[in-house]
Each structure stands twice: as C-alpha cells, then as structure tokens.
C-alpha cells in the first residue's frame, strides 16, 4: 500500500514538472511566498512532506525530562527541523549544508532552541522579569538573546509561555509572566516583538513561538502534565487573552500543550487548534507539538493505537510532530486507509515551508562563524542583565530601614546554600548559559563593597541538610559580624518543567539557618531564590529584611548586592501572589467575590490559617515612601464611544530618587456576567525624584477597558457603575 501511495506521488510529480513553471522558482526570493510554497511544494515526495513535518533533536537534550538525542552522522537530510542543543555555529553550518546538498530539493534545516531568558547571556526567570513592570525591558532582553541565538545558528525559539499561572505548587509558574491575564499580554507581546524584530527575516531576528496552547497552568494539583477543567468563562477570560495578544503580535508559531484539555488532549483539540487559533483569530502559522505529546495521546486514552493519535492531530490541526515521528512512520498507512488525505498533509507543509522562506532561510541557511566574545555576553548585554535583576528584585520586608546597609556596617556575615551559587541562581531553561560565568551573591557582595565589609562567609549549607559544623561556624560568624545574610532557596530543578512541589515552604535544615541567624541577636537580612513564591510564614517574622531576588541569571549578584547597599533602589512589585501556607492555593488577587461576605467572623476563612495573602499581587517596598492623592476623572459619567481620563498625583515624600509603579484597576460592580473583584487594565512605572512629584494618567477606552468577555467569548460593554481603582483610592465612573 506504501509503495502504491508513492508512486502516485511520485506520478503526480512528473506530471506537476511538466506542466508547471520553472522548478527552481521557489529558489528565487523576488518570487512571492506563496508562491514559492506552491512551486516547491508541488515537487514533494509524501517522505519529503512528512519530513518537513517532523522536528528532531540534534545533540543531547538538556532538559531531563526530554532524554532524547540525535548525533551528527545520524542526521536524516530529510528531517524539517531540529531542536539544536550544541552551541557549535561549524557543526550547525556543516549540517546545514549535509542536508541542503544531500537531499533533492535542498530545503534547509529550521533549527530551533528553548531560549528562555537569554542564549548565553542569562536574564532573569520570566517570573522575575514580571515583577519589573516593565515590557520594555523585557523587549530589550529579548532582542539580545534574539541575537546570541541568532549567532549560533538559531533561527526559532520556543518563548514565550503565555499559561497565566495561578498556582505557585506548578513549576513552570517560572516561566510564567504571573497570575494576570493583562500582565501575560503586555509581557507577550513585548517578548514576541523583541525576538522578532521588525520582521524574522532581519539579521539578528528569530523566529517565537508562543506556547503551550492551551490550559497548560490549570493542571490539577499543580502537578505538570496533568488533566486540566477549565471553564468555558476561565478560558475566555484567562487563559486565551494571552496568546490572543501575541497572535496580534505576529508571534510566529504556537506549541500545543501537553495537557487533556476538559476531555480532549490539546494537540488532538479541534477547537482549540482551529476554531480558536484558525477560524477566530486568523493565526496562519504552523502549530507544533510539544514534545511527544502526539503519541502521548495514546496514553490519553483519546486513541486507539499510534496511527489514530496521528490522524487525530493532524486533523485538529497539528502541523509539526515533536520527536516521536508519528506522522513520519504512520501516516503514509493513514493516506492508503482514506483516514487523512494528501490535502490534509500539504496544509500543514504549507504552513512550514511558509515560515522558513518567511524567514529567509533559502537565502541565509548558514551562520557566520565569530569568536564568542563578538556573540556573547557583550558588556551591553551584561549590563542589561544586570539591570533586570535590579528591577525585578522585590523587597518583602524592611523593618526599622535596616536596608540599605548603614556606612557603619563593616562586616557581614553570610549564610545559606544560594549564597555561592551560580548553578541554581540562573533558573530554569537556561540555552547556552555556563555557571561559571555566573556573579553568586558572593562574588556580588564582595564587589559591592570591597574591603570596607568584611565577608565571614560560611561555607557548607546544602539544599537539603546541615551540618553541625555549618550551624557552629554561622554562630562564630554571626557573633563577629554587624548582620547576618542568610541567602536560601530552591534548588534549580524544584522550579521549571516536572518541577513542581506539594509544600512551598523551604527545607526546614534552610529555616534552621534563618532561626539561627535570628538567635544570634544580629539584624537579619533574608535573600531568597526561587522560581515561585515561597511559603514563607515561619521565617518571615524572624527577618528584619527580605528580599526575593528569584533566579536572576548572570548578574544576579551585582544586584542584589547593590539593594544591599543602597546603590539601587528596589523597584520590583509581585506579579503573583505570595500565599502563607500552601493550603491557601490557588489565591490570586481577581478572583470573584463570595456571596457572604465579612460579618462578625470573616466569611470563607480558614480556622487555620489567614484568608489573606501574606504578600498580594502587586506589593513591593522602596527605600522612597510614595504618597497617592485622590484619583481624578476627566468626567463622570460617559457615553460608550467616549473616553476619559483618570489621574492622580504621586508624591515622593523621601530624599530618595526611586520608581513607582502605579497598577490601574477596574472593578466592574455590576454585569450579566459576574466580574472580579477587580481587573487590571493598565499598569505605568516611572521615576519620581525625592521630595517632587509626578501624575500619572490612565486613558479609559470603555470598549477596551470596561468591557467583559462572556463564557461564550463574546466582548460585551454594559452600562452601569464602574470604579478606576490605583493603590487604595478609587473614584466612580459612570457608563450611560
Ligand atoms: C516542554 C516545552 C519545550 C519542549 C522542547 C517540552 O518538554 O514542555 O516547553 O519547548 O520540551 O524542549
């Protein structure tokens, strides 16, 4: 049957070749894309099409949970795409140029990455990069591990991850933009254009790939790859607005998630692939599938055996097949069986090939080969790392302004298992990122202040134990030191893909450390790394301060050593919730309101534990204090085709020059469909020098800013009260 469906391939080919027009015009850029697909199109191979359909791994793959490989001498020059774990640009161009010249029609290789948060030069966690609130920046640290990929030969990224992530237990919250669906899209779609430029075509640009879609974040018990149930008005509402801005972005491609998605695997959904993504948002790029997750329908138990799990995706509208080859090895069969048809096939090689001339690979298949100092880690980029991690750094607690460090400080000592990281602290997925280039905490320290502090530094302390000796030595530490630093936290793999934990509380060997330290009677100075928020409510009483640094990747340490002393004035606020205890879970500040609320006792509370957030979404100390005035309105009451404007004055009431950043909400009090408490619908940080002031504006567009979306996914603007809430003040509007 095989041999059948080939040679009628093979037939229509001859036929197609001498009737059709010069062969070689898909190689000729003046021609249009799409006309180009068509002309190479027509001279495939069903092998050559499902090739093209397939993505390897070339080299050995980094993440633990993917142990696949493929080794030079075992590449198929009819392979599409290889996800390319080597930074070797020669090996990557003598690839290349194996499979241009080896296979018949010369179509290049799309090799792609997992660039994260930086290639080589490591940015923080996309958590992290959140908490600045600032897209621009994050445009900015995209832009610059576009180009160091780009330089190694990486031509698509598998960034960003739009799952809004709600519950801390989930690993991949890491890589998340935090728990709010405006937040997710402002980061998105500034990610998207800084890996892409003005078009993937450039020199330097990459292609991004949005994922996992969709539902991803919302597995049960946080644990990753589970089942997710995800209402029709939380996917609406939630879970699509995100990559619905990256598609109006021009996000390149889309990587469907692992997850069963309310009873259908999404690699396998319809609806997802091709009602929402196709029909509705008009997305014409490829799909891919995450890895494996075409066979894994099978242990969905969606499919009766590998073929129909095959037939299943590509009908749903997966183009590209991640490493399992099913469409390789099954759908010839599914062709000869009348299940899948040769049109079904050509829509998604279609879209493929689409991208790789969009991306001018037929032109540019190779990379120039520079030395690494001309790549990577270029002292602009070090200094853009570095300055993320200033921003996104959080200052949780700052009791008696024991920070900045007083000039009377003259030595520290200086605790605790992340202080000499450089592994750990650069977080999940982290490309070509080498530790030993990595500033620790440490080696931040002791640039930040020289030979003014003394650095007792205690050696030993693990993730997962203590040893007597390191308690005796933190003790004589502490004892000849001004404050004690106690630097602790999650070990790289608690955080990121299969990583996710029951408990968000740290070890108790690492708490031991902080009581220690607090029993020492010395001011303690709490610094925490890790890629969720921590359950924090045994030690946070014992610190004097804390600051989340989370995994700030290269420059981590300079920055944190600069909160330390006063030279950066923190300016990270959370973009996800900080609960006490894990049970709390999943908390996060938009949810809807309960029907009793607050009468002698708190209503929905827990009798063992708070029914508050230890930090909300938002929260975030300075070293300046910030004063709000009221809000004002431009108008009151407005028509739904006006806008207005809503402002408010911003005092910095200390001598010290810091950011602010101001979160505009809307509390919609009554609809058809009942809304959360409160909506984020803008968000504006900017510098306010000591002592002056600065207004801050937000311009209301009722059909953008005052809208809902039902759980039919219909936009709907009702009239009635509406209240633009900034900080704790708020002011009335009304939508006539
Ligand atoms: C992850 C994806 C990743 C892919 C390729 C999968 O296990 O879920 O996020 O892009 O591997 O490395």
Excluded at 46 to 67: A, C, P, S, T, Y
Excluded at 715 to 735: N, P, Q, S
Aim: charged share 25%; hydrophobic share 40%; net charge negative.
């Amino acid at each position: 049957m095989k041999r059948f469906t080939t040679l009628l391939g093979a037939l229509a080919i001859l036929l197609a070749s001498c009737c059709a027009e010069d062969p070689n015009l898909y190689k000729d850029a003046t021609q249009p894309i799409d006309k180009r697909v068509e002309s190479l199109l027509s001279q495939m191979t069903l092998d050559e099409k499902l090739g093209q359909m397939d993505i390897q791994v070339f080299g050995q793959n980094n993440n633990v949970n993917n142990m696949g490989k493929t080794f030079e001498g075992e590449i198929s020059p009819l392979i599409g795409s290889y996800i390319y774990t080597r930074n070797d640009a020669e090996l990557l161009n003598a690839t290349q140029k194996m499979v241009i010249e080896k296979s018949r029609l010369g179509i290049p290789v799309l090799f792609c990455m997992d660039v994260i948060h930086g290639y080589r030069t490591i940015f923080p966690i996309p958590l992290a990069q959140a908490c600045s609130w600032d897209p621009q920046m994050s445009y900015e640290t995209s832009r610059v591990a576009a180009k160091e990929a780009y330089l190694a030969g990486i031509k698509m990224t598998f960034s960003p991850m739009m799952d809004v992530a709600r519950d801390p237990r989930w690993g991949r919250v890491a890589e998340s933009y935090g728990e709010d669906p405006y937040t997710n899209c402002r980061f998105g779609e500034a990610v998207v254009k800084g890996y892409q430029g003005e078009s993937i075509a450039d020199k330097y640009s990459v292609a991004s790939c949005m994922k996992h879609f969709a539902g991803y974040a919302y597995s049960q018990g946080g644990r990753d790859y589970f089942p997710t149930e995800v209402s029709d008005l939380v996917l609406w509402e939630t879970v699509l607005p995100s990559f619905k801005a990256c598609v109006d972005a021009g996000v390149t491609t889309v990587m469907s998630s692992f997850n069963d998605f309310n009873g259908v695997p999404a690699t396998a959904s319809h609806f997802l692939l091709q009602d929402v993504l196709r029909d509705k948002w008009k997305f014409d790029g490829f799909v891919v599938s995450d890895w494996r997750s075409i066979e894994q329908i099978l242990n969905h138990r969606y499919a009766v055996d590998t073929l129909d799990a095959g037939v299943k995706a590509l009908l749903a509208g997966t183009d590209m097949d991640m490493y399992d080859a099913v469409y390789e090895r099954f759908m010839p069969e599914a062709m000869d069986r009348g299940l899948v048809s040769m049109d079904d096939i050509d829509k998604s090689v279609r879209r493929i090939l689409k991208t790789k001339f969009e991306l001018g690979l037929f032109e540019n298949p190779y990379v120039e080969v520079l030395p690494d100092a001309e790549r990577f880690r270029t002292p602009e980029s070090l200094a853009l790392a570095e300055k993320a991690a200033e921003k996104s750094m959080v200052l949780l607690k700052n009791e008696n302004s024991i920070l900045p460090l007083s000039k009377k400080i003259t030595s520290l000592a200086v605790v605790g298992v992340m202080a000499d990281s450089k592994y750990d602290i650069m977080g999940t997925w982290t490309a070509s990122g080498d530790a030993n280039e990595t500033i620790s905490v440490l080696d931040g320290l002791k640039n930040e202040f020289g030979s003014d502090v003394k650095i007792n530094f205690v050696e030993g302390a693990s993730f997962e134990s203590n040893s007597a000796k390191t308690l005796s030595a933190l003790r004589s530490a502490a004892r000849k030191s001004d404050a004690v630093v106690v630097a602790i936290g999650e070990e790289r793999k608690w955080s990121g893909e299969n990583g996710s934990v029951a408990s968000l509380g740290l070890p108790a060997c690492q708490e031991q450390l902080v009581i220690e330290a607090k029993n020492s009677g010395k001011p303690v100075i709490l610094l925490l790394s890790s890629g969720r928020p921590l359950g924090l409510s045994r030690i946070e009483p014992l610190a004097d301060a804390i600051v989340q640094m989370w995994q700030p990747g290269s420059c981590g340490g300079n920055a944190v050593a600069g909160i330390l002393s006063g030279r950066v004035n923190p300016s990270g606020r959370l973009a996800i919730t900080f609960p006490y205890v894990t049970g709390q879970v999943p908390m996060f500040y938009n949810h809807r309101q309960n029907g009793r609320v607050d009468w002698v006792v708190p209503q929905g509370r827990y009798v063992d534990a708070p029914h508050t957030p230890m930090y909300e979404f938002g929260y975030g100390l300075s070293y300046s204090t910030f004063e709000y005035g009221d809000v004002k309105i431009s108008k009151d009451k407005i028509a739904k085709g006006e806008s207005v404007t809503a402002s408010v004055t911003v005092k910095n009431t200390s001598n010290i020059d810091g950011e602010e950043t101001l979160l505009w909400f809307v509390d919609d009090a009554v609809a058809t469909t009942t809304q959360p408490i409160k909506k984020l619908k803008f968000f504006e940080k900017g510098e306010i020098k000591g002592g002056e002031s600065r207004t801050f504006t937000f311009e209301i567009d009722p059909m953008r800013d005052l809208s809902f979306v039902d759980r039919n996914g219909a936009t709907l603007l009702e009239e009635g009260d509406f209240y633009i809430i900034v900080k704790d003040k708020r002011v009335k509007l009304v939508l006539e």
